[in-house]
């Protein structure tokens, strides 16, 4: 019964295409016909997806470009933020180290020191 349904199915497509398919109609969705039956594919979807795709790619090739720099004030700030102060800012900023401050959970002041190492390591 289903080879039967995708043969008239086919069988209607080719027998009648413009009462199938309006003619002002994107190609965006595309019915196909093969050995493994009745397939509906959606190129808008595919694109979305080929573009997230590529997009996710480019990420992870700029997270690699920024870990083989040294650590800048901007990475600082980002880690102090991770590692629980709040109301981050800059103290000092040196060739070698970046000393960051701001208030901890119960509202203490605390300093952090980085190296401007890459990953910027904790001192």
């Given at each position: 019964?289903?080879?039967?349904?995708?043969?008239?199915?086919?069988?209607?497509?080719l027998a009648s295409p413009g009462a199938m398919i309006a003619p002002a109609a994107a190609?965006?969705?595309?019915?196909?016909?093969?050995?493994?039956?009745?397939?509906?594919?959606?190129?808008?979807?595919?694109?979305?997806?080929?573009?997230?795709?590529?997009?996710?790619?480019?990420?992870?090739?700029?997270?690699?470009?920024?870990?083989?720099?040294?650590?800048?004030?901007?990475?600082?700030?980002?880690?102090a933020e991770r590692l629980g102060l709040r109301?981050?800012?800059?103290?000092?900023?040196?060739?070698?180290?970046?000393?960051?401050?701001?208030?901890?959970?119960?509202?203490?002041?605390?300093?952090?020191?980085?190296?401007?190492?890459?990953?910027?390591?904790?001192?």
């Open positions: 019964m289903r080879k039967f349904l995708i043969l008239s199915i086919a069988g209607m497509m190609q965006d969705v595309r019915i196909e016909v093969g050995p493994d039956g009745v397939r509906v594919r959606d190129r808008d979807r595919e694109r979305r997806e080929r573009f997230e795709r590529r997009e996710e790619r480019r990420e992870d090739r700029r997270e690699d470009r920024r870990d083989r720099r040294g650590c800048s004030v901007d990475r600082a700030l980002d880690k109301r981050v800012r800059v103290l000092r900023e040196g060739r070698r180290t970046i000393e960051v401050g701001g208030r901890d959970r119960r509202g203490d002041r605390r300093v952090i020191t980085f190296g401007r190492d890459r990953g910027c390591p904790v001192y």
